[in-house]
């Protein structure tokens, strides 16, 4: 991380950050979206090691295209020329690989995300498994309000396979993925155990 990389960095907060200004997680108490971009590359940079800009330029856009803006639409283009200006090429591609085409049905757009893990690249993996410790940390401890410990349950497992399917090479990673699914996996068993 030189110091253009650290401008560039900081850029992509405030693009984020524009972004997602309206926009809530489904928990009940309904924190601002941008906690979880936020706090992506903080997982990468303490907990991976990672120190590729590109990397955690992408992680702090990774939802953008996903979730602010209609896909194929004129702002989805004009979002995508805006990265590819400030940020390049790369950092387009590493977010495209992690945004889910929304016109599939959702349990497809699941099974796909499975499925294609194993053909992201390795830098496209490190976002993938970020994003997923920072969804089942929500999920086991600050879930969407309306979600059942089922489908809490389904989301874990779900999240798993893939993380299993994309066999990313960071051991840090890998090892807080493991830990966070498994403390949460006990803790809704535990909820669930009392709750019959
Ligand atoms: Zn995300």
């Known amino acids: 991380m030189n110091e253009t990389d650290c401008g560039k960095l900081i850029k992509a907060y405030e693009l ?49 295209l996903e979730d602010t803006v209609d896909q194929g639409s004129d702002a989805d283009r004009a979002l995508q020329a805006e990265i590819v200006k400030e940020f390049g090429k790369e950092v387009l591609e590493l977010v495209l690989a992690v945004t889910d085409d929304k016109s599939v049905e959702k349990q497809k757009r699941k099974l796909l995300q499975i499925q294609k893990a194993p053909t992201l690249s390795s830098k496209a993996k490190l ?12 999920v086991s401890n600050n879930p969407p309000s309306g979600w059942d410990l089922d489908r809490r349950i389904k989301y874990l497992s779900w999240a798993k396979a893939v993380v299993d399917a994309a066999q990313s090479d960071s051991i840090g990673l890998n090892a807080r993925f493991q830990s966070v699914y498994t403390e949460g996996m006990e803790k809704l068993l535990k909820e669930q155990a009392v709750k019959i």
Do not use: C, F, M
């Open 127 to 138: 976002i993938k498994l970020a994003d997923k410790i920072s969804n089942v940390t929500d």
């Open 16 to 64: 984020a950050a524009r972004q997602h200004k309206d926009q809530r997680r489904k928990d009940t108490d309904a924190s601002p979206y941008i906690n979880h971009p936020i706090g992506l590359p903080a997982i990468l940079w303490e907990i991976g090691g990672v120190r590729d800009a590109d990397v955690l330029i992408a992680a702090v856009l990774h939802d953008t």
